[in-house]
């Protein structure tokens, strides 16, 4: 049955699986130039590691990328969707390989104890001075992208094909895929076939991929409640319409939708990460702002959420006596994505591809987690490109089996004392993904 949503290049490649899947024939090549080209890899990691920038403003970061992308012979564009970079290598005809690496880091305190540990402060977008550090590993993205276009460079003649390799701002408010897109990712560069990426994730050791087919990474929505009551003194509650005492029965009454309201095993996350509200401990103040995450696999089901958020905050409102003119209001920020859900036939494919490459041992399936990604916003638009993502495990191996003997877990993605192993880490990367290009792009 003709796939739906893949181009006639798209069905050649897939159909071509099972020959170059097999026999990874050039592997010892692959292996022998990324063992040629780890010293650099890593001192641009350490580099990347030591010099974290946050969102829209990963111009240091953009600048080396592009310096890099064009040393292998790619021809570069820059401050695509604000800080983004585009690479494009023509070698021939064949379908077209987007491959994604994200470049933004995160206002936390780094707390690993490496020599090589950030201590950038830098302001927001907003003017806040906060302390920034790489711990999502987007710097061994960064990192692993470089190493696949050294590899695949000096493989010219072993592929053929068009490679679109972008280094994406901004990931972790979820804007740099949308700016990208909008600034004409697929219309001013070659649209691409597949849309690829990987993410170093702590839950697996170093080295090794976990890979799996439809939702991947769930869907999240930010959502904003704006909690209004009626001020007044604090002496006299009795006089206003406290927002305070409301906001805290509806942070604890919204813990009741996945355990009352969702269907017993669906997965749906509620989070209340923020509660802003209050100027002085004798004032009842006029509102109080609480800040949600969202997160499922299922629309329907992210709908139901939101549904009840909305109703349980109004009901609360209504049963503490809020004028009508004042009930909560809600909003959906931007910062929201989709479900990240892998294409399976081309997952299929390259699970094949990382097992025939890496051994049983060194690629496995693996579960879909709550985390959410602006990778997935390159396989919904119109032209519904096929995009798949896996992980690349960055724990130390005896780390991970302590934890698992223990049941202390390992510092996860986004923690202080997140902190990737860099060889095992980068050579599974760029191994993977110059294993999973080589295949689509095959001769």
Not at 18 to 33: C, F, H, I, R
Not at 133 to 159: E, F, P, S, Y
Not at 208 to 220: K, M, N, Q, R, T
Request: with cysteine.
């Amino acid at each position: 049955m003709r796939h739906p949503f893949l181009r006639p290049a798209a069905l050649f490649s897939l159909f071509t699986a099972s020959l170059t899947a097999a026999v990874p024939e050039l592997q010892p090549a692959v292996d022998a130039k990324v063992d040629a080209e780890y010293a650099s890899l890593e001192a641009i990691y350490k580099d990347l590691h030591q010099h974290p920038e946050l969102q829209f403003m990963e111009v240091r970061t953009a600048g080396i990328l592009a310096q890099e992308l064009r040393a292998a012979g790619f021809e570069v564009t820059e401050k695509v969707g604000i800080t983004g970079v585009v690479g494009v290598l023509k070698n021939g005809p064949g379908p077209v390989v987007l491959v994604r690496a994200d470049m933004d880091a995160l206002p936390i305190k780094e707390a690993t104890g490496l020599p090589y540990a950030s201590t950038v402060v830098g302001k927001d977008l907003a003017g806040k001075e906060l302390p920034i550090m790489h711990a999502c590993a987007h710097d061994a993205h960064v990192t692993g992208l470089i190493g696949t276009a050294r590899v695949l460079a000096a493989m010219k003649d072993r592929w053929s094909g068009t490679l679109v390799f972008i280094g994406q701002p901004a990931e972790e408010i979820v804007g740099g895929a949308r700016a990208m897109l909008a600034d004409g990712l697929y219309t001013r560069f070659p649209k691409p076939d597949y849309a690829l990426a990987l993410h170093v994730w702590a839950g697996l050791p170093a080295g090794v991929v976990g890979y799996g087919e439809g939702p991947f990474l769930a869907s999240s929505n930010s959502v904003d409640i704006l909690v209004r009551g009626v001020s007044g003194h604090g002496s006299a509650p009795h006089t206003a319409k406290d927002p305070v005492l409301l906001a805290s029965e509806i942070v604890v009454a919204l813990q009741s939708i996945v355990s009352r309201e969702l269907k017993p095993g669906t997965v749906g996350v509620v989070t209340v990460g923020a509660i802003h509200g209050g100027t002085k401990r004798n004032i009842i103040p006029e509102e109080v702002k609480l800040e949600l995450t969202l997160r499922s696999f299922d629309d329907t089901v992210m709908e139901q959420m939101v549904a009840s958020v909305r109703r349980i905050s109004s009901g609360l409102a209504i049963a503490a006596g809020v004028p009508a003119d004042r009930l909560p209001v809600i909003t959906i920020q931007p910062e929201s994505v989709p479900v990240t859900s892998n294409d399976a036939a081309l997952t299929r494919r390259l699970s094949g591809v990382f097992t025939a490459w890496l051994g049983a041992g060194g690629a496995q399936p693996f579960p879909a987690v709550t985390a959410a990604e602006d990778f997935s916003l390159y396989g919904k638009t119109l032209e519904k490109i096929p995009t798949t993502m896996w992980f690349v495990g960055g724990t130390a191996p005896a780390r991970f089996e302590e934890s698992r003997l223990t049941g202390v877990p390992v510092p996860s993605n986004h923690n202080f004392a997140f902190a990737p192993v860099p060889e095992p880490t980068l050579k599974a990367a760029v191994t993977s993904m110059s294993a999973a290009v080589l295949d689509l792009l095959a001769k």
